[in-house]
C-alpha cells in the first residue's frame, strides 16, 4: 500500500499540494485528476523524492519515503514514467531497455527479453533510435523501460499526451493489463480523465493542490458535478 498523509508541497512562497491524503491499494489503479495545475505531476515528483515536500509522509508499507534519495526509492520498487515518454531519443530500443535494467543487472538480460515478448512491436523495432518511433512506440518504450526493473509500484504521469484516442485506448488496455495480471500498483496521473476513469479502480480528483474527492472510479464518473466543475467531462 502507498499511504500519503498531509502533504504539502510549495514553490517558494506558492503551494502546489496543500494537505494531501489518500490510499492506493496494493495490486490497484488510483487515477489522479484534475486540471492543469492542480498539484498531479508534483505528487507523483514528490513520491519518488524528486521535490521534498514542507511538511507530511508517504509510505510504501511501513516504510517512509520522505527523505530517501530517489535511487533508493526505484530500489524499492517504485518506478516513475514521467511526462513527455522517458525514453532517451539517442540510444536504440535495445540501449533504453538495458538501461532500464541496471537496477538489477544479473538478471538484465531476461528482463529485457521479457519486455520484447510482452511488446513484439519493440522488438522489432531494437535497432532503432528512439527518436524514430512513433509516439505509442515511444510511450510502450518508457512503460517497458520502466519494467525491466521488475518494479511493484508504477507512477505513470500523462501516459496519453499528444497520442491519438486510438493509441490511447491501446496504452490504458495495456496499463490495465499489467496491473490485472502482475498485481502491480498503479498511480496513473491523467488529463484524459474519461480513458483514465474506464480503468482505475479508485480516484483522486485535485484541484488548486487539494483534495476535492478520493472515491470509487465509478463515483467519480458517475458524479456529474465533478466531471462539470473539475475534470471538464460535462459542458
Known amino acids: 500500500m502507498i499511504r500519503v498523509a498531509h502533504l504539502t508541497v510549495k514553490y517558494g ?10 490510499e492506493v491499494r496494493p495490486g490497484s ?21 524528486l521535490m521534498t515536500p514542507s511538511q507530511g509522509e ?25 511526462e513527455g515518454r522517458g525514453v532517451v531519443a539517442e540510444f536504440t530500443v535495445e540501449e533504453n531497455l538495458r538501461l532500464g535494467a541496471l537496477s538489477s543487472p544479473e538478471n ?4 529485457v527479453a521479457a519486455q520484447f515478448e510482452r511488446f513484439p512491436v519493440l522488438a522489432q523495432r531494437r535497432k532503432q533510435y528512439a527518436a524514430t518511433l512513433s509516439g505509442g512506440e515511444r510511450q510502450m518504450l518508457a512503460l517497458a523501460r520502466a519494467l525491466v526493473a521488475r518494479p511493484t509500484v508504477l507512477l505513470l504521469d ?18 490495465s493489463t499489467l496491473s490485472r495480471e502482475e498485481k502491480l500498483t498503479v ?9 483514465a476513469l474506464r480503468i482505475a479502480d479508485h480516484a483522486v480528483v485535485l484541484h488548486v493542490g487539494t483534495v476535492v474527492a478520493d472515491a470509487p472510479a465509478g463515483d467519480v464518473a458517475n458524479n456529474d458535478d465533478l ?9
Open 227 to 235: 466531471k462539470r466543475f473539475y475534470l471538464g467531462l460535462v459542458k
Open 13 to 22: 512562497a506558492i503551494a502546489a499540494l496543500t494537505d494531501v491524503s489518500f
Open 108 to 111: 538484465s538480460a531476461h528482463a
Open 187 to 195: 498511480v496513473l496521473v491523467e488529463q484524459n480523465a474519461k480513458s
Open 58 to 82: 508517504i509510505f510504501l508499507g511501513d516504510t517512509a519515503l520522505v527523505g530517501q534519495k530517489t535511487e533508493d526509492i526505484a530500489r524499492l520498487g517504485v518506478a516513475h514514467v514521467p
Open 29 to 49: 489503479i488510483t487515477a489522479v485528476l484534475g486540471a492543469n495545475g492542480a498539484g498531479k505531476t508534483t505528487l507523483l515528483r514528490t513520491i519518488s523524492s
Open 158 to 175: 500523462e501516459p496519453s499526451l499528444g497520442l491519438s484516442p486510438m493509441v490511447t485506448a491501446d496504452i490504458m488496455t495495456t496499463i
